[in-house]
Nanobody, 121 residues
Framework: QVQLVESGGGLVPAGGSLTLSCAAS????????MGWFRQAPGKEREFVAA?????VYADSAKGRFTISRDNAKNTVYLQMNSLKPVDTAVYYC?????????????????WGQGTQVTVSS
């Protein structure tokens, strides 16, 4: 059974940085594309970034966020710089049973419980 556990969230002032981690187990990590999504209060969940055969970013993340993965550690990271209050959300890690990256939420079969990121103004 695939399990995803996020960590690294917290409270950070605007302009600050955070690195989220997602530890995966129960599948061949290197063969799966891994994604980060987020859901702000009162809004739908949205794509942030994904890594597999290549990487892809939401426009809101380009230039500020970096996704990376360590296949030896079965872990995917999201380095977030120049954080803004609008980045406040619960951040979710997700995995899909393909190495092809996609922004499409329904393409991801497995999800973590999420980690809260709060950016103060």
């Amino acid at each position: 059974q695939v399990q995803l556990v996020e960590s690294g969230g917290g409270l950070v002032p605007a302009g600050g940085s955070l690195t989220l981690s997602c530890a995966a187990s129960g599948h061949t990590f290197s063969a799966y594309a891994m994604g980060w999504f987020r859901q702000a209060p009162g809004k739908e969940r949205e794509f942030v970034a994904a890594a597999g055969l290549g990487t892809v970013y939401a426009d809101s993340a380009k230039g500020r966020f970096t996704i990376s993965r360590d296949n030896a550690k079965n872990t995917v990271y999201l380095q977030m710089n120049s954080l803004k209050p609008v980045d406040t959300a619960v951040y979710y890690c997700a995995a899909r049973t393909s190495s092809v990256v996609t922004m499409t939420e329904v393409a991801y079969s497995y999800w973590g419980q999420g980690t809260q990121v709060t950016v103060s103004s």
